[in-house]
């Protein structure tokens, strides 16, 4: 039996506030996307998200192919400040990390 050690991911998420004042959030790299009609609300919704889409792909055993497909990285420490993210350059999107934590075997 393999023993599992705790990595982490680092993914991207754009927000951008809509001109009914609603906010979507999605994720680049797994194409996961929702709403809010606060910022906070999509943040939340968005990190939902990510997570059921994360947990799918490893119960029907998908993750390190979808992870390779996708140019996900999974990193063996805790990420700091050594990662970028890409941005879109359009002033009414922005974009925010999000580091998850990964289980791999040792």
Avoid at 6 to 18: A, Y
Avoid at 55 to 72: A, H, P, Y
């Amino acid at each position: 039996m393999s023993r599992k050690t705790k990595h982490f991911i680092v993914l991207t998420v754009h927000f951008e506030q809509e001109q009914d004042g609603r906010w979507t959030a999605e994720c680049k790299e797994l194409g996961t996307a929702t709403f809010g009609d606060t910022l906070e609300e999509a943040n939340q919704s968005v990190r939902e998200a990510i997570v059921l889409h994360l947990n799918g792909l490893e119960e029907v055993g998908e993750r390190e192919r979808f992870f390779k497909e996708n140019n996900i990285t999974v990193y063996p420490d805790p990420v700091g400040d050594e990662f970028r993210i890409e941005a879109p350059n359009d002033p009414r999107i922005f974009s925010q990390p999000f580091v998850h934590p990964v289980l791999q075997d040792a």
